[in-house]
């Protein structure tokens, strides 16, 4: 039989005094920018060839939405760094929000 030490019910858990949070730093999060939307009919779809232009549901100049695991965290604008796209985070979803969206 193995003995174990009693835990104390006033103190916290964590590994060697980490913060908490810093145990969930390593995880990697599906990150994903939206553009817009639009609604096609298969046909249309079928007809799609090079050089063919979709209109989204949005102007150019409005913000992009960017996702983390398929829950909006901020808006953004897309810029150009070189020759490759980015996304400059211009609002930030409030921390309130984002926390809801993880509690539902």
């Given at each position: 039989m193995a003995d174990f030490p009693e835990f104390d019910d006033a103190t916290p858990t964590s590994?060697?005094?980490?913060?908490?949070?810093?145990?969930?730093?390593?995880?990697?999060?599906?990150v994903f920018i939206e553009l817009g939307r639009t609604r096609m009919e298969i046909k249309d779809i079928l007809d799609l060839e090079r050089g063919y232009v979709i209109e989204l549901d949005k102007l150019a100049s409005e913000p992009v939405d960017i996702f983390v695991n398929n829950k909006k965290i901020a808006e953004g604008e897309v810029v150009v760094?070189?020759?490759?796209?980015?996304?400059?985070i211009t609002n930030l979803v409030s921390a309130e929000e984002r926390i809801q969206g993880i509690q539902q």
């Open positions: 590994f060697a005094g980490e913060n908490k949070l810093d145990l969930l730093k390593d995880l990697k999060l599906n760094i070189d020759k490759h796209f980015g996304v400059r």
